[in-house]
């Protein structure tokens, strides 16, 4: 009863969101504590896309298709936000590590100043090319007429993303995952309440149709962004910004954007082959297999955010530990992480190969639509262990600033592997976007083993920043 009773403790003591020394102590309470938080977090982050297809969903096939066109060129904002979000995880945990927290602060700061900048350039690029992104995803003109407005209003809230996850990432290096939950619980919860009165209207008013899923969307974010400015600016965490601390620390810029170019085109590499998937799929199927596909990825996303609350602990206990000048601790740390990720990971790979057909249900009543779906997810969650050791290995080199290694192997496996076999699976067999959904889990596997076989040399464990 006495250890249940300090379990219990512990995940109170997770959610209740304060600073801690990592580098002390139980090395699963410092998962424990990281991860419960880190989990809750990106469950909040999963549940937007979610929300947004389920009521999105009852608009027909054009508008779930626009609604995935629109996010599949997004995940290449996601995948700025996510690089400066990892450089930003890696530099704070180092200098929390090293007990160095002013400088934490300074840091945080001209991260901050970072991220504007790639917000004024990201937002004025999407919102100017917004038709022909659409154009570009393999659109139909009925598409891009219904789903222009959508698409302009997501890029000029780009903010709202990057934001979002670039400060979370200065909290998780601090160790407080629990202001990094909070804020995407704040976030989430608006959206949950704006999207259908947006989307649908209330009463008299019929709403905006589906731009207001989007405005739902931006607002909700924007909501969260709120939050953590206020507990950046005025809060009792370890982390204080000041005015003063906005003025442009050049050595800092410049240390930041060589972990974070590596960090972000890691991401990109990614993001990039997600869309030309996406494109394959609509090049060989149509509408109600983008459908379909992206119903499943939606799904997919779901469960792969929380798995990613795992893997941003392993980030931030191996940056505080190296910080700390202890490398072999580093390393049981993302041991200990990767073995609770695969056994999280084996419980969703059960639910998506054997109870697909009532999981895409939720989602859409068109039967062609649902059959694809169905098959889609069953194929790409047959490889969800293996995702979840890929990406503890990943962000666990990421977080001791070691950003080239993962760019590189996503390189390889996506852009040198999945897509030439998705390619030409999709033009040789019938139909051809089933290719595509094999290509995923075979990519992903790849992944795990060779970032695996890296992690265990160690390199990592030498590297300055």
Known sequence: MTKIKQYFQLILDALKGKEHDFTQGSLRSAVILLSIPMILELSMESVFAIVDMYFVGKLGANAIAVVGYTESVMSLVYSMAIGLSAAATALIARRIGEKRVEEASRTAANVLIIGMAVTIFLSTIGYIFSDEVLVLMGATDEVVKEGQSF????????????????????????????????????????????????????????????EGAAIATVIGRSVGIAFQCYHLFFGRGLLKLHF??????????????????PATIQFLIASGSWIFMTKLVAETGGPEASAGYQIAIRNM?????????????????????????????????VYLTTKFNVIFMAFVMTLFVFFPEPIVGIFTKETTVADIGVQALRIMGSGFIFYGIGMVMMQALNGAGDTQTPTWINFICFWLIQIPVAYTGAN??????????????????????????????????????
């Open 428 to 465: 040789y067999f019938e139909p051809g976007y089933t290719a595509v959904f094999w290509a995923v889990p075979l990519a992903e596997t790849l992944i795990a083993i060779v970032a695996w076989q890296i992690f265990k040399k160690g390199r990592w464990k030498k590297i300055q920043i």
């Open 244 to 261: 003063s601390f906005f003025k442009p620390a050049w050595d800092i810029i410049r240390s930041t954007i060589s972990l974070a170019y």
């Open 151 to 210: 698409t302009k209003f997501m890029f000029l809230g780009t903010g709202s993303i990057v934001f979002i996850f670039l400060i979370n990432g200065l909290f998780r290096g601090a160790g407080n995952a629990a202001l990094a939950m909070h804020s995407l619980w704040i976030a989430s919860i608006l959206n949950i309440i704006l999207d259908p009165i947006f989307i649908y209207g209330i009463g008299d008013w019929q709403g905006f149709g589906l």
């Open 301 to 333: 996303v779901f469960f792969i955010l929380p798995a990613w609350g795992f893997s941003n602990a392993a980030a931030t206990l191996v940056g505080q530990h190296l910080g700390a000048k202890m490398p072999d601790r580093a390393a049981e740390s």
